[in-house]
C-alpha cells in the first residue's frame, strides 16, 4: 500500500501573515499534527504546552505543542501541532481530518469528503 500526502498549511491565527506549508504525510494512526520546530517557530507559532506521545515504534517521548489554524484541501480547521525534530516529515493525523469531514480511502490512496459531518 502507498502513501498519502496533502499540501497543508499552518498559521498562528487566521490574520497571520506568516504561515508553514509543505506536503504532509496522512497518518491514520496519528491523532494530532507533526511539523518540525524550527520551521514552526519561523513562521510564527509558538508551543504553549508539553504533552506525552506514544511514536510509532512504542516509544513514548514529551513534545511541545502549540495551536494553529490548518488548511488543506480548501478546508480550514483548527489544532493542535507538536513541535517535532527539525528532520521530521510533516504529519497530517486525522483530527484535523475528520474535523472537516474528509476520510482516507485506503484502496485508492486518495482523501474523499464526507457528505455531512456526523453530529451524532
Known sequence: MGLTH???TLKAS????KKYEAEFLVDTGAT???????????????????????????SVKEY?????????????TAGRVIFGPDEVEPILGVTA???????????????KRMPAIPLK
Open 32 to 58: 494530532d499534527i507533526m511539523a518540525p520546530a524550527k520551521k514552526l517557530l519561523k513562521a510564527g507559532i509558538k508551543p504553549i504546552a508539553k504533552t506525552v506521545y506514544e511514536l510509532a515504534d512504542g
Open 97 to 111: 481530518l475528520e474535523s472537516v469531514g474528509i476520510l482516507v480511502d485506503a484502496v485508492r490512496q486518495t482523501l
Open 64 to 76: 511541545p505543542f502549540g495551536l494553529v489554524v490548518i488548511e488543506f484541501m480548501g478546508e480550514t
Open 6 to 8: 496533502v499540501t497543508v
Open 14 to 17: 487566521q490574520s497571520s501573515k
